[in-house]
Structures are given as C-alpha cells and as structure tokens.
C-alpha cells in the first residue's frame, strides 16, 4: 500500500485533470489517493469513475490564518455534504474573490494594470489564486519566472500577499471535524517558523481538534523528517504523508515518491477515520 494524502489537479493550481492524476498516481504505484485541492472539491468531485485499483479519500487544502502568517490545513476523510462542510467552501468562494479584487488593485498601484482579467482567463472556471496572477506577470514580461513574481510580489509579506480574507485555523479545523473528517497541518517545515513558534501552531491546531500533521511532504531532509516526527509525538498526532504534486517536473515532487513515515509514527491511515469511496 502506498499513500499519497497531498496533491493538487487543475481544479486549484495544479496541471493535470483528475483523471490523468489518478492514472498518474496508478502508474507510480499510489494505491490510496486524496485529490487535496485549494479551497475545492470540484476536481474529485468531477471524476465520473474512480480508475480500478486506486481508492481516492476524499480531500482538500483550505487556506487560513494563524497568527498573521497563512496556514494550510488539509482535511481528509470527511463527509463531502455536510452543511458545515458546505459552509466553508461557500466561505472559502467568496474570499478568493474579494482578495482577487485586492490583489488587483495593489498590482494596479504598483503600474501592473489588467491583472484580474488576465487572472480570470488563466482560471476558467475554476477558482483564482495567485498563481494566476503570478502568470499574468510572467506573460506581460513583468518578471522572468513564476518564482520571481512570488519572490516580488505575490509572496509572504509581499503586496499581492493579501491574508485578511481567510478565515482563523479553528474555524478551518471546525469544518473538517464538524465534517466527520481529519484536519491535517499541511507541510508544517515550509512556513520557516521558529521550532517555538511551530509548536505554538502545532498547540493551537490540537485545541481547535486538529488530528494530524504531515510528518512527510514532498522533498524535504531527513533531519526535517526526524524533526516533524518528534513533533507529531510529541502533540499526539497522527503522521501524514503527501507529495504535494502540481505537476510533472521541476519544482514540484512526483506524486507518490517520497520518504516513508519514520517507525515511530502513528500513520494517519491507521485512525480509522478515512472514507474511502
Ligand atoms: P493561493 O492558494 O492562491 O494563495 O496560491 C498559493 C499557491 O501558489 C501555492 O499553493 C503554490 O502552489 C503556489 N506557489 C507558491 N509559491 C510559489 C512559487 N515560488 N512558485 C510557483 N508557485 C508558487
Ligand atoms: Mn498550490
Ligand atoms: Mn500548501
Ligand atoms: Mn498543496
């Protein structure tokens, strides 16, 4: 058995439609799938078959605040119509548009006018995040990679980094638990925080009923590994493991390939919680 608990299709910023992800994750020997798109379960959602020999859980990645930075937090495992579930997604709608109106602006301010429009078309009809932005100043020659728009302008404490909208960490624990599912700190190394400040995060996601964090994600070192291990014992949370794809290529990690939890863990696949549909 092999679990992949992170990835993304193009219903959020990733590339590849769901099915191709499946087959993907099929072909790379990913027997157990969640689909973990941003603040949306419409690209799972849109699968008319799961291919044979893949089970998908369900998933999401919501986006939130904690203590001024932004924090994800994956779900798993819960129940997909449940009004509080409902709830948040609407929430979770609603804010990704007003911030793309304030995205806009700022960019406009900064001599970077059209952004929504472009942004929109990037998007279809899916919701817009700032990769699309980010595409918007790559296409018009504004900077030379996506990863420079972010080191510019869209990124942590950059002007397109608009976090006011999102709702608090509770509040996005509350829907998945309320949802009968499993709330997850998704790639807890990546927001560079002090190990103190890290487990201040770790201590407020436990007292909003947060379960679990991911103890592997991506490619990251195994000190880091060790390290999320020793936290996930130390607050009595289950381990998840994810790649995080987005697509074939670098810089992302291919779906499926990654380190395996650490024996210490308790592997979040041992709870008992996770729906498989
Ligand atoms: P959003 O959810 O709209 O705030 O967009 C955040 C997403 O942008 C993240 O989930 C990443 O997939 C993507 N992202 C963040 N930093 C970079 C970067 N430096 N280069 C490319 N994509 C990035
Ligand atoms: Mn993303
Ligand atoms: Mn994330
Ligand atoms: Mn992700």
Request: aromatic share 8%; proline share 4%; with cysteine.
């Amino acid at each position: 058995m092999l679990y992949d608990l992170h990835c993304h299709s193009n219903a959020s910023d990733g590339k590849l439609a769901p099915v191709d992800l499946c087959l993907r994750a099929i072909s790379n020997g990913v027997t157990h799938l969640a689909i973990t798109d941003h603040d949306t379960l419409s690209g799972w959602q849109s699968l008319a078959e799961v291919p044979p020999g893949l089970s998908l859980i369900n998933g999401i990645e919501y986006s939130c605040v904690w203590s001024g930075m932004t924090i994800h937090i994956v779900g798993l495992g819960f129940d997909s119509l449940h009004p509080v579930m409902q709830t948040g997604l609407s929430r979770q709608l609603e804010a990704r548009e007003q911030r793309a109106l304030i995205i806009d602006e700022r960019l406009a301010r900064l001599g970077f006018k059209g952004g929504l429009s472009a942004a929109r078309i990037y998007a279809g009809e899916n919701q817009i995040g700032r990769p699309h932005f980010a595409r918007f100043l790559l296409e018009n020659g504004h900077v030379n990679s996506m990863n420079q728009a972010f080191d510019k302008y869209l990124g942590a404490g950059k002007p397109g980094d608009v976090k006011a909208l999102w709702p608090e960490l509770h509040d996005v624990v509350s829907w998945i638990t309320g949802a009968g599912g499993l709330a997850v700190i998704a790639h807890p190394a990546r927001y560079k925080m002090t190990n103190m400040k890290l487990r201040r995060l770790i201590q407020a996601f436990r007292e909003a009923g947060g379960q679990a964090m991911e103890v592997v994600s991506g490619s990251q070192s195994r000190d880091v590994t060790s390290y999320m291990a020793q936290l996930a014992h130390d607050y009595e949370l289950f381990a998840s493991q994810g790649s995080d794809f987005h697509g074939p290529g670098s810089p992302w990690q291919e779906l499926g390939r990654f380190e395996s939890l650490p024996k210490r863990c308790r592997p979040i696949w041992e709870s008992g919680v996770l729906a498989v549909s």
